[in-house]
C-alpha cells in the first residue's frame, strides 16, 4: 500500500509554504503520493493517511489557518499519524537548539497524538505583509532563517516513519500508525 499524505499549512508571507513544498518534495522521493495545500482550503482528510501540518509563528502563536484546520478536522486527525512544524524564528535558534512547541500547538500534540514537532527558523523580508513584519523589518531583524538541509531531514525520518508503517502488517485492533515506529 503506498500511503497518500497531505502536508497542509497556514502562512501569510509564503516562507511557510515554501518549508511545507520542501517536506512535500522529500515525501515524494521517499515513494509517497503527496498534496500539499493551504490548510484553509481542505475540506476533508478522510481520504489522506497521514498528514503534517505546519504553521508560521506569529507573536507567540500558530497561524490562524492552521490552528483553524487542526480544529475542524480534529477527529480525523485523531486516526490518522500526524506531524507538526513551526516556523518562525528570525535567527539562529532553530538551528542551534530545539525548539519546543508554542503553547497551543502542545495542547494540540497531546489530544492528538501528534508524532513529533519540530520548529524550523523562518523568512521575513522586504514586502511582507502585517503591522507586526513592518515593525520587525524597521528594527533590522529580518533575514531568510530556514534551513533546509534540516527540514530534508526531519522530512526523511517522517517518510521513513511512514514506509515502515506501510511495511508492516496491521494488528488486530491496532489504531492506524499506532505500531510504536519510534518516530516520537
Known amino acids: 500500500m503506498t500511503d497518500t499524505v497531505l502536508v497542509t499549512y497556514g502562512t501569510t508571507n509564503g516562507s511557510t509554504a515554501e518549508i511545507a513544498e520542501a517536506v512535500a518534495d522529500v515525501l515524494r522521493k521517499g515513494g509517497l503520493t503527496v498534496e500539499s495545500c493551504p490548510a484553509g482550503s481542505v475540506r476533508s482528510v478522510a481520504r489522506y493517511d497521514a498528514v503534517v501540518v505546519g504553521g508560521a509563528l506569529y507573536a507567540g502563536r500558530w497561524h490562524k489557518e492552521a490552528r483553524r484546520f487542526v480544529r475542524r478536522h480534529r477527529t480525523e486527525l485523531a486516526e490518522r499519524p500526524v506531524w507538526f512544524f513551526s516556523s518562525g524564528p528570525l535567527d539562529a535558534s532553530a538551528s542551534e ?69 506501510s511495511a508492516e502488517p496491521e494488528r488486530a485492533g491496532a489504531r492506524p500508525g499506532a505500531h510504536g515506529d519510534g518516530s516520537r
Open 97 to 165: 537548539r530545539d525548539i519546543p512547541p508554542v503553547r497551543g500547538v502542545r495542547h494540540a500534540m497531546t489530544r492528538l497524538d501528534v508524532r513529533q514537532h519540530v520548529t524550523f527558523g523562518g523568512r521575513l523580508e522586504e514586502g511582507a505583509e502585517g503591522r507586526v513584519a513592518g515593525m520587525i523589518l524597521r528594527a533590522g531583524k529580518g533575514g531568510d532563517f530556514r534551513d533546509f538541509g534540516a527540514i530534508g531531514t526531519w522530512a526523511k525520518g517522517v517518510a521513513e516513519a511512514l514506509t515502515r508503517r
